[in-house]
């Protein structure tokens, strides 16, 4: 059985862990550390927008989503973060994470939900296309990484 619940500060170095063990493609292409993904795991969680929620499974966390209440446009919201250690991905938990919190923002009275992810980033783009999400557009020069693929696609969802 696994549950779904809000996390806090406390989680982070699980959160980094997570982020870590998924294998992330820009972040294994600019050998992002762990102490590089903690300090902006700090700062997200110093900026106090983002909701941060974890997947547990046998009170392991493995994976975890967050939500920025707002984005430009009407009742509009955006996933911020997600991820799944790698040993658990191609299980459907990405698939769960992101309903429950397409529920979540639809009770809260949200429509759309975007997300951005990065235009090189093949495999995260066919997941938020089999799972629904459409290409809205590009934005070239978005993210600040270390190595040239700085644009970013942005995707859709309507809930
Ligand atoms: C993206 C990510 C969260 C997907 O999580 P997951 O648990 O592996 O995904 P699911 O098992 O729920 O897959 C859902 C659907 O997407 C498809 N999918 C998932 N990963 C895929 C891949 N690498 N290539 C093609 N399709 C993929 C699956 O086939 C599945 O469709 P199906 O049920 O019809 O087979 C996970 O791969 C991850 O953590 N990646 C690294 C971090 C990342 O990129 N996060 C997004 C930041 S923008």
């Keep these: 059985m696994y549950k779904i619940t809000k996390l806090n500060r406390k989680h982070i170095d699980e959160l980094v862990q997570i982020d870590y063990?998924?294998?992330?493609?820009?972040d294994r292409k600019n050998n992002t550390t762990k102490a590089e993904m903690k300090k902006e795991a700090i700062r997200r969680f110093g900026k106090g927008q983002?909701?941060?929620?974890?997947?547990?499974?046998?009170?392991?966390?493995?994976?975890?989503?967050?939500?920025?209440?707002?984005?430009?446009?009407?009742k509009h919201c955006e996933v911020y973060w997600l991820a799944v250690r790698k040993k658990n991905q191609g299980k459907g938990i990405g698939r769960?994470?992101?309903?429950?919190i397409e529920n979540y923002a639809k009770k809260k009275g949200f429509r759309k939900v975007f997300a951005y992810t990065g235009k090189n980033m093949k495999k995260t783009r066919k997941f938020y296309?089999?799972?629904?999400?459409?290409?809205v557009n590009e934005f070239p020069g978005y993210y600040g990484y270390k190595t040239g693929n700085t644009t970013a696609v942005l995707y859709c969802k309507r809930i």
């Excluded at 063990?21 to 820009?26: A, Q």
């Design 21 to 26: 063990e998924s294998e992330h493609e820009n």
């Design 50 to 74: 983002e909701m941060f929620f974890g997947y547990t499974e046998n009170k392991e966390l493995i994976g975890y989503v967050t939500l920025i209440p707002f984005f430009p446009g009407y």
């Design 96 to 100: 769960t994470l992101m309903h429950f």
């Design 129 to 135: 296309e089999k799972i629904g999400y459409k290409f």
